[in-house]
């Protein structure tokens, strides 16, 4: 008679029913009328295991890895209803650990598959708005780097990056990798990265329709930065994107502009040389273009001495063979230019 009332071990689905109802306590100003406040924290506690459980779940630990099937469960039943969009607009009202629980179980389902299929991509789509929130919320100085988790395993899903790439919400990225807070910077800066490099054909159309003013933005608000960090980022990320075969002409227009020519000049100048080397990785586009424009042409002659004594100091700090072959290629083009 003893064990015939023991109850039943939890499913991974009914973990994530309870976690959605007790999402329900988590902000004061809307929850249950009347409830004691001891009772409200017990509920969150509750709430804080649970996250703690679905973790466990999608990630496994030191004695056991993870089970296929109870994670497929487990994120059927998380987008059949609206947990994903509680939990993000209870985030806020979570202790510390929750937080972090709750945002590693949200970035662990952009990458679970049911039946072959990324059916968070699917959420998303018909729930694209929540974009809207996390995008902003890099601006929320507490909750940042939680919601730049998020946002940033969301634009994994193709259509969720052109969403993204096609709103207004790209702009704010300019400010955003500009914060003083450094995490915060610094995560945007990754966010931004992956938002322009992940999804090749999104991001070659997003920059042929859009190249006038982003490129004009990215230059003086990224690359002329009084900011080193922001400067040293924004050259790398240049670069990646400009040597993309899927980029090609962007690049072309790119390096025919004499403005850009004059900025890269400038960061070649540079005293660091980490600097000095994405430059030149981008700068060297320029010479090799084979249909340089006349007044690009212009300026490579006109300061033809100047370019090549500051190519000549111009070494990584390691031994580069591959490095010293293309600014030996930069420095033959540049010699044998004519007015």
Known sequence: MKGLFKSKPRTPPDIVRQTNDLLAYADRSVSIPDLRE???QEKLS??????RELK??????????????????????FFKGDTLRRLINSLQYLNLEARKDATQVVANLQRQQVNSRLIASD??????????FLVDGFENTDMALHYGTMFRECIRHQIVAKYVLDSQHVKKFFYYI?????DIAADAAATFKELLTRHKSTVAEFLTKNEDWFFADYNSKLLESSNYITRRQAIKLLGDILLD??????MTKYVSSMDNLRILMNLLRESSKTIQIDAFHVF????ANQRKPSDIINILVANKNKLLRLLADVKPDKEDESFEADKAQVVREIVSLKP
């Open 56 to 77: 466990l779940i999608l990630y496994g630990n030191s004695d056991a890895e993870p089970v296929a099937e109870a994670c497929a469960q487990l994120t059927q039943e």
């Open 123 to 132: 959420y998303l789509e018909s729930n694209i708005d929540l974009m809207d």
């Open 245 to 250: 075969r899927s980029n090609s002409v962007v």
């Open 178 to 182: 500009q914060l003083p807070n450094f």
């Open 284 to 287: 060297k586009l320029f010479v």
């Open 46 to 51: 509750e709430l804080s295991k649970n996250l």
């Open 38 to 40: 001891s009772k409200r």
